[in-house]
C-alpha cells in the first residue's frame, strides 16, 4: 500500500507496531450524517494478566482519536479523514485469548455539539449568521459557503427562530429547510475543524476520474446504478404574511431547485412529467422561495451511483462533497457525479474507499429518444427497415 496513514490517540501518534495489531478499520462520511470510525483491535492477556487496550486507559471515553491519509501521487497533501470521539466499545472475550477482540467506535467532532440540549431564541438573524454564530461556540472555522444561498432574517414580528434541541439536531434541520448540508469536518490538519452549512458544490470541478473503459488504467471493477422518480418535480407553498394586518397572503410555486443539472437533462426533463408537492409547514413569506427549492434540491438527487475503489490505482482520497467523472457508463450515466457517502477501508496492504455518489441529471439521449435504434437492433434487417 503506497497511501500513508497516521492514526493518533489522545494527541499523540501510535507507535509502528499498532497499524500490525489492527483487525479492522473503518472511517465513513456522509452529507447528512456525523463522521464515524470503527476500529477493531486484539484484546491479549498482557503479562500483568490485564488486557491490552481495555484495562491501560487508551480508549477511555471521550478520548480523541484522529486519522490522516496521504495520497500516492507525488505532491498531494495529507488529509485528515476523521477527528472525532471515542464513544463507545464491545468487548469479545475467547477461551482461545487469541480470538479477544475489542471493537472501538467514535464519531467525528460535530458529536460536542450533540451533548446538551438548548432553548434558544435567534431573533433578528439568518440561519447562516445563526450556524456561524454555533460554530463559534465550539471553536470551528467557518466554511467559505455559509453566508451563501441564504435564508431571510427571522424577524421578531413573523417567526422568529427558535431552537428548542441540541445545536446539532437543530442545524440540521435548519440546513435541511434551506436547501444546504450541515456538518463538521478537518481539511488537513488534526484539531482544526470547520463547520459547513452549504449547498451542495454541484459545480465543483472534477478531483477524479473512475472508469471501466482502459484495461490497463481501469480504477474499479464494478458500478451499480438506480433512480428514483417518485419524487416532486414542483412544490407549491402559501403562507398568510404576519407582518400586515390583512389576511391576505402570498403563494409560491417553483419547478426549480436552484442547483445547477449535473448533465443535459435534469429530474423533472428525464421524468417527463409533472409532480407537485404541497408544501404545509409554516414560514415567513420571505422564505417561502427558499423552503419549495430546498425541496426540489433534495428531491432532485434521484439517481444514485455506487462502488469500491483502491487509493493505489485512482491516486486519491475521496471526500464528502467532491465532484468526480465517470466514464464508460453509456451516455445516460457517464459524466460528473457529486460525492455523497465514502466508507473508507483500512488493511496492512491496502486503501479502499466504498462510496456512494448522486446526480440531479441525466445525460442524452436526444430528441426521439433510442427504441427504435433498439428495435432495430433486436429485429432483422426487413423488420428493422419496417419499424
Excluded at 480523541?64 to 470521539?85: M, R
Excluded at 473503459?213 to 433512480?227: G, H, I, K
Aim: aromatic share 8%; net charge negative; charged share 20%.
Amino acid at each position: 500500500m503506497s497511501v500513508t496513514i497516521q492514526l493518533c490517540v489522545g494527541g499523540s501518534p501510535v507507535p509502528e507496531s499498532f497499524y500490525d495489531a489492527i483487525g479492522r478499520m473503518e472511517i465513513e462520511e456522509s452529507s447528512d450524517q456525523p463522521g464515524a470510525l470503527l476500529l477493531r483491535l486484539p484484546a491479549n492477556r498482557t503479562s500483568a494478566g490485564d488486557l491490552q487496550f481495555v484495562g491501560d486507559g487508551t480508549f477511555e471515553p471521550m478520548t480523541n482519536v484522529t486519522l490522516t491519509v496521504t495520497p500516492a501521487a507525488q505532491g498531494s497533501q495529507a488529509q485528515c479523514i476523521f477527528d472525532g470521539y471515542v464513544l463507545s466499545w464491545q468487548l469479545h472475550l475467547d477461551r482461545a485469548s487469541t480470538a479477544s477482540t475489542i471493537d472501538i467506535w467514535a464519531q467525528d467532532a460535530s458529536w460536542l455539539m450533540n451533548i446538551d440540549d438548548h432553548v434558544v431564541e435567534w431573533s433578528g438573524q439568518t440561519d447562516g449568521q445563526v450556524a456561524n454564530a454555533i460554530f463559534d461556540i465550539y471553536h470551528f472555522k467557518h466554511a467559505a459557503g455559509n453566508l451563501v444561498n441564504d435564508s431571510p432574517r427571522h424577524a421578531p414580528d413573523g417567526h422568529t427562530l427558535f431552537q428548542r434541541a441540541t445545536d446539532l439536531q437543530f442545524l440540521r434541520g435548519l440546513a435541511r429547510r434551506g436547501g444546504k448540508l450541515c456538518r463538521v469536518a478537518c481539511t488537513d490538519t488534526p484539531g482544526v475543524r470547520t463547520g459547513y452549512f452549504v449547498t451542495p458544490a454541484v459545480d465543483g470541478q472534477p478531483v477524479a476520474t473512475i472508469s471501466l473503459l482502459d484495461p490497463a488504467s481501469w480504477t474499479l471493477e464494478t458500478l451499480d446504478f438506480d433512480w428514483d422518480v417518485m419524487r416532486p418535480t414542483e412544490a407549491d407553498a402559501s403562507q398568510v404574511d404576519l407582518t400586515q394586518s390583512a389576511n391576505a397572503g402570498a403563494d409560491v410555486a417553483t419547478d426549480a431547485s436552484g442547483l445547477d443539472p449535473l448533465d443535459d437533462r435534469d429530474y423533472p426533463t428525464y421524468l417527463g412529467k409533472s409532480s407537485t408537492l404541497r408544501l404545509t409547514a409554516a414560514a415567513d413569506v420571505q422564505e417561502l422561495a427558499q423552503r419549495t427549492a430546498a425541496v426540489l434540491a433534495e428531491s432532485g438527487f434521484f439517481a444514485r451511483c455506487s462502488g469500491e475503489v483502491d487509493a493505489d490505482r485512482i491516486l486519491t482520497i475521496l471526500r464528502v462533497g467532491d465532484v468526480v467523472t465517470i466514464e464508460g457508463a453509456g451516455n445516460i450515466h457517464s459524466g460528473n457525479w457529486l460525492v455523497w457517502n465514502v466508507r473508507h477501508s483500512f488493511s496492512l496492504d491496502s486503501w479502499t474507499m466504498r462510496f456512494t455518489l448522486v446526480r440531479n441529471a441525466m445525460g442524452p439521449p436526444g430528441p426521439g429518444g433510442t427504441l427504435t435504434s433498439m428495435s432495430g437492433a433486436l429485429a432483422g434487417p426487413a423488420e428493422a427497415a419496417a419499424l
